[in-house]
């Protein structure tokens, strides 16, 4: 004979709360749990109380969560805000190049110094095609939408609202998602730019301020590493 114990372990459950899920988009992201790029479901759930199994009454809703189709993890919805890595990847190039471009916009594209630097600068930052032609067309172009011809002063105006907008929505985005020596880096190199022809002019050190500022780094840490930078030989 079974015991009563062994009775009871085999009653089956006659009710219970059960979640009912509803696929309602997808993608790819970044999983936490995998640690790479993976396609995703995002699900919206529906609380059923259950008897016997069988769902009957609503007992709400749940929150929506995403859950990696890889290792069927769930996390909530925040999980998309993190880039995924084709995506970062993205974000880091422009980020190089348009701090490359405001340096150039600063101090001048007369310098062929210069340009090389900011060219070389951009190839490794996986733009191969770039070309010193490209980036000085770009710049006297930006310098006509400005209103700055090639023959003025690149202080007037050298990081203008303008500017400082295009700095901050391009860099302010990246800026979470990279480490500190991330972002000490990508400075570093609008720098490096910047000092290819002597030391900086009062409008390079004025965009390279603002880059600083965009990309979350102190105002003190900024003006550390200009001068650490300007202080290594080349």
Known sequence: MRSAKGQRALRPVLCGVRTIWDAVGDGAFFCPGCGGDRNYRRLTGRRRLTVLGVPLVRRGETEPVVECA??????APEALDHPTTTRFSAML??????????????????????????????????????????????????????????GSDPAA????????????????????HLAVAGRESVLLQGARIALADGPYCAAERQVLTTVGSALQLPADDTARLLAAAARTPS
Request: with cysteine; glycine share 8%.
């Open 70 to 75: 890889a290792c069927l993890v769930r996390y």
């Open 93 to 150: 190039r422009e980020a190089v190049h348009t701090v490359t471009l405001a340096v150039l916009a600063a101090g001048g594209t007369t310098s062929r110094t210069v340009l090389e630097a900011a060219v070389a600068t951009v190839r490794d930052a996986g733009l191969d095609d770039c070309t010193q032609e490209q980036l000085f067309t770009v710049v006297e172009v930006l310098a006509a939408d400005t209103g700055r011809g090639s």
């Open 157 to 176: 105006g050298a990081c203008g609202p303008t500017l400082a907008i295009e700095l901050h929505e391009v860099l302010a985005p990246l800026a979470p």
